[in-house]
Each structure stands twice: as structure tokens, then as C-alpha cells.
């Protein structure tokens, strides 16, 4: 058993009781919800009788069904104009705060919590929604629910829980150029398995992990429910303190000494014991790309596809399935495949550096004929940031679509869909069957930057040619 | 769909009998369970006739879920990390409103158990073995009626028993009807309140004074 580590302590500090079956009843600091995952809860709340027991520590927006096209209230689609609708009217009903449309703060819900300053080091978040992992980025220890347990979150603030064991995954070296967190993460759930976080919260460190910055840090925590992992956490350090320091909700000035002294001792002490510690060497990852169905089935850009009768027995039944949907080859690379859709986005890289990083690639570029390329800022804070900047200018004038901030192609719950068997290249984090909204449509998941550079050529690319490519041409510059 | 109203589960939970689906695949996702089109609702009421939507498109009337034989069943026998995925509700409540009452396979995607156990729906395990056993002693056998019971951990044929496991606690819960946490947590208010009053951040790092105002 684990002891000693940030998670340990954190959940020691929110233990609320023993129940009757065994596990724990933990306390929730920070309640997140959002369209999908909400109304059914809100109705069995209302069914009982109960109210919303800390409507402070709940907070409300809308991302997976809103257009990024037109954001026109109503909306076309009449469902989602009513699942909106109801949002707004249980948010106004039990007095909890909504980030809507036109708000200034509105986008998808694990890139807004982390840029208002609510989500802070310590504290324990839940969402009705996988990727609540993100959160853990901070030192929190976020975990994603289902609808009745946001139903029990809503009226008691607590959830019933069993504690999770705790695997070190330690990283050392350094990134290379070219190469980002998502290829780090992909390699994560490579080596480990789509399954082989169940059970663990995955604490991420190591010297490769202090270097990333936050929004790094939270490509990494959000897809460690990708490896079955339900939580994925990173020590809080002075990257963090960083960050959060003047956020709109963060500690003020006057208390911040004391929030950062809490903060501190809630670290993994040095001799803390986990359950389990793998290590990695972030110098040899190379840049990552999904070929089949499930997060795990990555490869490195340079390498072939896998031959099936060459796996293990159990990945081997799941390798032909993904064979036969994605319509590739045993043996044959991933690089040269072409794409059809290109989306950058979403809550694992739709934030200010994530479209940093594409825009480079994109800078100075055409999209290759024939492919759709479209940009969705991951929240309203984002889009203002990177217009500031005139991100938009690059890529539009790149022939990349500049949209309104919503969860958009990660997901078929809006009008951005793949159609028929298209094949995109995604800065998402799921590539599974039918994900996309077309039930034979291809996903094939990597880093923005390598979305970028598929869009450019219109294939698999590795990023890093041309980012060499921009080299050599400022040297010739130069020179000239 | 088998019944037009499915029998959701009530209180204590000590057997559930019926016919059984043999559903083969590793790491089926909760988007291959219910396709996130059909999420786009406020309730949960439509969902049943929806489950495994893509799938059984795509097998014409071939998929475990249309073959007539297993119209009426109520055991759903799995493989490995089944319900991976998305922490969608919807997946267990189609698979509930199509009829299933009990998912037995070789192990479950974490958020998916717990969403079952909310709902009343147990899940067992046991080994990849006992689970080919299983699942080809269904397919072989059309319509043979099956007995899960909870405290014993067992499914029993008329041929054959095969011993299951479930987590302890879930199967406390199960067996005496609180997997209905709702009350239960509610109960322990007073513990609540007092968890609240010692975190700091609860009240923006203030002064310890102005935290016995809370809540
Ligand atoms: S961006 Fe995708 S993964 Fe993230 S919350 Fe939205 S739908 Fe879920």
C-alpha cells in the first residue's frame, strides 16, 4: 500500500467516513458540470427532494453540444437547444454559476476550470466526465463520474469511493525538438496498455515532467484515463505557484503565503512508497501516432505497423479488429498515409500553446488540396488570447478553418463530424470506432503540431522535417 | 428491445435469473455501448433500443443484441476491460433499459463498475477460461436458463455451477440494497461539515477564524 505520496495525503484530508461496504466517503472540493452528464442527475435530485448542497463548490458551463460555427441561440439542432436550455434553468434553479456562451470564460469544462484559477493543488475535483484527470496537473486529485454519482456529488458533496493504489511513472531526459507531451503520453499508453492504469492514480514525475509547463501538464494528466488510470496527478512545484498566481480565482495576495504553505507540504514526501514505479526515458520518445482503434495501438512515426501473429495473445484479437476498420496494412508505415480532416483541439491540446505549436507549422504554409483543416480554441479565453495574438491571421491564411471554442470534432455531439470512412488527424484523445460521428470514420491521434504538419502535406508527416525544412530556409536567409 | 418495461433493479439484490448474451471483444468502449449521438437527451428513457447502435448496423442483424434467441435475455457474459472509455451513465442505463440486470466477464473498465453499482447492476468476474466456458456453453446452448446468485458468487446451469468473484464491498452494497448511496452519504451531514470546516481552500485560505462560518 501506497503511503506517504500527494495523493495519500490528500486523500486523508478529505475522508468524510468509513461506508457500510467498505469504501470511503470522500469529500469533493470542486464540483464540475456541464450538459451531458448533468440533467439526469439534476431530475433524480428533484425526484428526492434534496437540494444542491454546496452550489458555491459547483460550477457550470457548455461545451460538448455547441456549434463552433454559429452560436446563435436557439440553436439549430433542437436537441441541444434543449439540453442548454435545461442546464441554464437547473443552474439558475439551485444558484450555481454558469460559464455560458458569450460569457468571456465559456469553453470546455477542463480548460476553463485550470485558466480561472479554480483548479489548485490539494484539492479533490469530480466531473461527470472522463477526462476530469486533466485537472490533476495542479496536485489535485480529479476523477471523472458518472451521472448518479453526480446526482450524490449535487446533494451531499461527497462521493462514495475505493482508494486507488498508486504507480510512479518516472520520466527522465528531455523532450527532443519536435517532440510535445501528447507523444509523451501516447508512448505512456503504449508501453503500459489502455489497461493497465486500473486501479492506479498514475503520479507523473521526474525531470522531464518539471520541465513541462502547465498546459504540457495537463495533455499528460488528461489522457491517463486513456491507460486506465482513473486519476493521473503531478506534484505541485513553482511552475504551478506560477501559474496560478493572479488568476481570477485563485488565493488573493494577502492569503497566498498560506495557500502556498499548504500547498508544499501536500507534495510526495522523499520517501514516499507506491505501489508500483515504471520509468521512461523522454529522450528516446519519438513522435506518436494512434493506427487503430484504442489510445494503446501507437507507434512511432518512423516505425511499421505492427504484425499481428507478432503481438501478445491478448493484443493480437484487437489488432485485427483495428486492421480491418482502419483499412491498413501489417508491416507497412504510418507516415505517407493520407488524411482527409485535420482538427486541432479539444480539452487534451486546445489550449494557447498547443495552437503556439501548430501555428508554427502552419506559418507561411498552405493545407494541401483536397483536406478539411479546422482550429477550435479549447474556451473563449483561448480564442481572445490567440486572436490577441493573431493566431487566427496564421492559420486562416494558411487555409485553416478559425472556429468558435467548444469540444467540436472530439466528440459526435455537434455538428463537426467525419463523414463516411474519412480518415482525420486529431489533436484529441480517443480513436475509437464511431468516435468522430461517422460509424466507419477513422481517428488517428497525434500531437497539434503533427496535425498541423498532416494538414500541410496531407499525410502522416513527421513534424520534425519541417520544422527542419523552416530551418535550413532562415539559415539560407541568412546567408544570402 | 426484450421488454417494453425492463425490470430496473430495487432494493437488496439476491438473484437474478434468466437467459444470458454471450458478447465477445476485448476493451468494448462505452462509445461501441451507446454512440454519443444518442446522448444528446435529458433523460435517460430513449436509450435502451439505442444500445450497441453502430455495431449492430454494421452486423445487419447479426449482433448478440438482434439475434432472436437472446431477445428476452438478462445476464450479459463479456470479456476483458468491457466498458472502457467514456464515463457516460448511458452506457449501463441502455444496457439496463434493453433488459440486462447482470454483467459477468473477465474484468471491467473502473468507471463503468462504479456506474453499474449505482444502478443496481452487478458485475462479476472470473477467468479468461471459465469465461470462454461460459460464453460457449450459451452460444452452444440457445436459450438455456441461467442462475446468478449473489452471495454464493455463482452462476449454475442445469449441467454446470461456475464460481464468480465481485469486489467485497460491491457485493455488500448489492446484496442489502445500499448501492442507493444517495441517503447514506447524506446521512453523515454533520461529518461533512466538519471535513469542510478543516480544508482550507474551502474558504479561500482566510484566517481559521472566519472558517466556523462556513456552510
Ligand atoms: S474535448 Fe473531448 S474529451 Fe474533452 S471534454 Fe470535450 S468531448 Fe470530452
Known sequence: MSSGTLFDKVWELHKVAKLPGGSTQLFVGLHLIHEVTSPQAFAALEEKSFPVRCPDQTIATVDHIVPTTNQERPFEDPLAEEMLSTLERNCKKHGIKLHGIGSGSQGIVHVIAPELGLTQPGMTVACGDSHTSTHGAFGAIAFGIGTSQVRDVLASQTLAMNKLKVRQIWIDGELNEGVYSKDLILHVIRELGVKGGVGYAYEFAGPAIEKLSMEERMTICNMAIEGGARCGYINPDQTTFEYLKGKAKAPSEESWQQALNWWKGLVSSPDSIFDDVVKFDASKIPPTVTWGITPGQGIGINESLPIPESLEPSERQIAEEAYRYMGLKPGSGIEGVSVDVCFIGSCTNGRLSDLHAAAKIAQGRKVAQGVKAFVVPGSEQVAREAEQEGLDKVFRGAGFEWREPGCSMCLAMNPDRLEGRQISASSSNRNFKGRQGSSSGRTLLMSPAMVAAAAITGQVTDVRSLIKQEKESTEKLKNE | ?215
Open chain 2, 1 to 215: 428491445m426484450n421488454n417494453p418495461i425492463p425490470n430496473f433493479p430495487k432494493g437488496a439484490i439476491s438473484e437474478i435469473i434468466g437467459t444470458a448474451i454471450s458478447l465477445r471483444g476485448n476493451d468494448i468502449d462505452t462509445d461501441r455501448i451507446i454512440p454519443a449521438r444518442f446522448l444528446k437527451c435529458v433523460n435517460f428513457d430513449a436509450l435502451g433500443s439505442q444500445v450497441f447502435d453502430d455495431d449492430r448496423k454494421e452486423l445487419n442483424g447479426l449482433h448478440p443484441f438482434d439475434l432472436k434467441e437472446n431477445q428476452n435475455a438478462s445476464i450479459l457474459v463479456v470479456n476483458g476491460n468491457f466498458g472502457c472509455g467514456s464515463s457516460r451513465e448511458h452506457a449501463p442505463q441502455a444496457l439496463m433499459r434493453w433488459g440486462i440486470n447482470a454483467v459477468i466477464g473477465q474484468s471491467f473498465a473502473e468507471i463503468f463498475f462504479g456506474n453499474c453499482l449505482a444502478l443496481g447492476i452487478p458485475c462479476f468476474t472470473t477467468s479468461k477460461q471459465e469465461i470462454e466456458e461460459i460464453q460457449k456453453s450459451i452460444e452452444s446452448n440457445t436459450g438455456i436458463e441461467l442462475l446468478l446468485n449473489l452471495k454464493n458468487q455463482t452462476l449454475k446451469s442445469k449441467k454446470s455451477t461456475w464460481q464468480l468473484e465481485i469486489d467485497p464491498g460491491a457485493k455488500q452494497m448489492l446484496t442489502s440494497g445500499q448501492w442507493d448511496a444517495t441517503n447514506q452519504l447524506i446521512s453523515n451531514s454533520n461529518s461533512i461539515d466538519q471535513i469542510a470546516k478543516k480544508l482550507p481552500y474551502i474558504n479561500g485560505f482566510k484566517s481559521k477564524d472566519s472558517l466556523n462560518d462556513l456552510t
